[in-house]
Structure formats: C-alpha cells, structure tokens
C-alpha cells in the first residue's frame, strides 16, 4: 500500500498538493481518479472545453492538457529517483509549456484519451515499484522529495485543479 508521505519526503512548496490527497492507498485512489475525471470531462461539450473564467486565463482543455502534462513530468522524476538517479532533476514552467501547447485546438476527446493513456502509465509505473523504491528520495526543483511524494503530488495536482476549475469554472 502506497501510503502518505511524511512531511519530511518533500519541500514545503509541494505541500499544498500532497495534502490535498486523502489517507488510503494512493494507487487505489489514482485509478479511481482515472475514472472520475475522464467521465467529468467527456460529458463536457465543445463550448465547455472552450471556456476561460476571464480573459488570459487556461480553457478547460489547456486545463486537462496541463494535468497531463504536469503528470508526465512528475512520473519522469519519480521514475529517476525510484531508480537510485541523484541527478538534481530542474523545474519547469507551466506557462512555458502552455504557450508551446496546441491544446486549444485539439479536440476534447483527444486531451481526454491523452489524460488516461498518461495516468495508466503512471499506474503501470507504481505498481512495478517495490517498497524501498518508493522510498528513494532525489533532488527536483531544488527540494529533495521522495519517490512516493512524487506520486502523492500527480494526485493532490489533479485534485488542486479539479478544485480550481469547480470554483472558477463551473461555480
């Protein structure tokens, strides 16, 4: 069972994501979050996709482009450190990676099936992780954070968002 993080597993700037996510067995949760927001965003229409809240800000679908952008990244350093890598891994910028985007003229159904092919990967990832991999801790974003924080923090982004796009989005 791949539990919650300590405090100790990651840098203060990842906290707001990491407890976000419930106590559980974190695998168990990323696949029914696999579920949940592919059915949330496949009811959604063209139009819907198309939203921003206000001028300058990321449409629906620039926000499931993200999500699955944000999820490759943060499963390419967890599979780094889980392997033993001590390279410090850099950050990156959203923004950057947004504006280098064509999410905005995919279709809806595209950014969807990206999502899930991502989050099955990240499944597939974990489950071949063993205990003390998990446990492995790196260097990303000059923080050392622990495989398994890693993999708390593709769950607790995708909560942070779904939050966000309830609040802003669909209020």
Do not use: C
Not at 119 to 129: E, F, N, P, S
């Amino acid at each position: 069972m791949l539990t919650q993080p300590l405090a100790a597993e990651y840098g203060e700037g990842f906290a707001n994501y990491i407890n976000l996510v419930p106590a559980g067995d974190l695998r168990e949760m990323l696949a029914e979050q696999l579920e949940h927001t592919t059915e949330l965003f496949a009811n959604l229409s063209k139009e819907q996709g198309d939203y921003r809240y206000a001028p300058g800000k990321w449409s629906i679908k620039e926000v499931i482009g993200h999500i699955a952008d944000t999820e490759r990244v943060m499963a390419y350093r967890l599979l780094r450190i889980a392997r033993g890598d001590q390279t410090p891994l850099p950050g990156f910028d959203e923004n950057l990676f947004m504006s280098g985007s064509t999410f905005d003229s995919m279709p809806l159904s595209e950014l969807i099936e990206d999502y899930r092919a991502v989050r099955q990967a990240t499944l597939t990832l974990l489950h071949g992780l063993s205990d003390e991999a998990v446990m492995r801790a790196g260097t990303s974003n000059n923080a050392t954070i622990s495989a398994r924080a890693l993999a708390y923090m593709i769950a607790g982004h995708e909560l942070h968002h779904l939050n966000v796009l309830k609040e802003r989005y669909w209020g």
